[in-house]
């Protein structure tokens, strides 16, 4: 199809990455291009193309797949390197801006990234101060349109051993956003199939510039669509 948004996205193994999988099924507007280092089974009735390298190469296959839009939906956590901050910033820094910049080369002309609430450079929380510097260096690239997601906890089934922290988060989750209310309402937790469906919402959109989506926003999107003319 003519009117088809090529996406092409990277980190396709986690939460995220598996949701966006699942939410573009059925999709005839979207033509869904994976790249990941190992195989990730399909949900049922997909229909995309699946690219699998080491991510050395990763900038091969981002160009093989010729994306209107890039989703790069990388990360991980201080506990699952073992606290190794180095290890860190090697997956969510350095990796996240290789595929940037490969997305960037390959024409892109959309990017879409998965950061998180409260990211700022100038943050004490390491984390955090992290996902700030990745998004001031990502609009430094100049896409023509660039969409940084902020969600709070993220509900939804991990692969791997469980996160005690993290299950218990969502557990108690509905009802801590209750009292989560005014300012701190970004900071409510969001669905990854509510987030899936909100990226995929805004890949291919035609208005230029900077934009960042966190709670409000983000359920704004799922509310409306978003404009493409």
Known sequence: MSDQTRVVLVGSTGLIGR???????GRPDIH???VA???????KGARMEMLLSDPEHWPDAIAAGRPHTVVIALGTTIKAVGGDRQAFRAVDHDLVMAAAVAAKEAGARQLIVVSSVGARFSSRNFYLSVKGEVEDRLAKLHFDR???IRPGLLRGHREGPPRAGERIGMILSPLLDLLLVGKLRKYRSARDSDVARAILALAGAKQRGRFVHEHDELRRILGRDVGRG
Do not use: G, I, N
């Not at 949701?19 to 099924?25: F, W």
């Open 19 to 25: 949701a966006v999988m699942a939410e573009a099924v």
């Open 32 to 34: 869904l291009v994976a």
């Open 37 to 43: 280092r190992r195989e990730v089974p399909l949900p």
């Open 146 to 148: 660039l969409d940084m």
